[in-house]
């Protein structure tokens, strides 16, 4: 059974900084892309930030130089780390796992800046 388990959302004030993380299990982790998306209340998901099986990666605009995604295939989880945070960041953030036609999400973890 695969299973991908976002944990780390919490409430920041503006400025601040989360890590976000993902655990995956079920999966031959290594082979996965990883990305990271958000949807915001009344929005679309949008994709926030993606890590390649070989550990390339690529922003949103609106994230990069505030944002990093990283993998410890080890551990099989990956990483978000969020700094300089806004409102408009404020989201439920899920990760998702690719690989040829698969394709699995987790649950998501809500993160919300405000002062």
């Known amino acids: 059974q695969v299973q991908l388990v976002e944990s780390g959302g919490a409430l920041v004030q503006p400025g601040g900084s989360l890590r976000l993380s993902c655990a995956a299990s079920?999966?031959?982790?290594?082979?996965?892309?990883i990305s990271w998306y958000r949807q915001a209340p009344g929005k679309q998901r949008e994709l926030v930030a993606t890590?390649?099986?070989?550990?390339?990666?690529n922003y949103a605009d609106s994230v990069k130089g505030r944002f990093t995604i990283s993998r410890d295939n080890a551990k099989s989880t990956v990483y978000l780390q969020m700094n300089s945070l806004k409102p408009e960041d404020t989201a439920v953030y899920y990760c998702n796992a690719f690989f040829s036609a698969l394709s699995y999400w987790g649950q998501g973890t809500q993160v919300t800046v405000s002062s």
């Open positions: 890590i390649s099986s070989g550990g390339s990666t």
């Open positions: 079920g999966i031959i982790f290594r082979f996965y892309g």
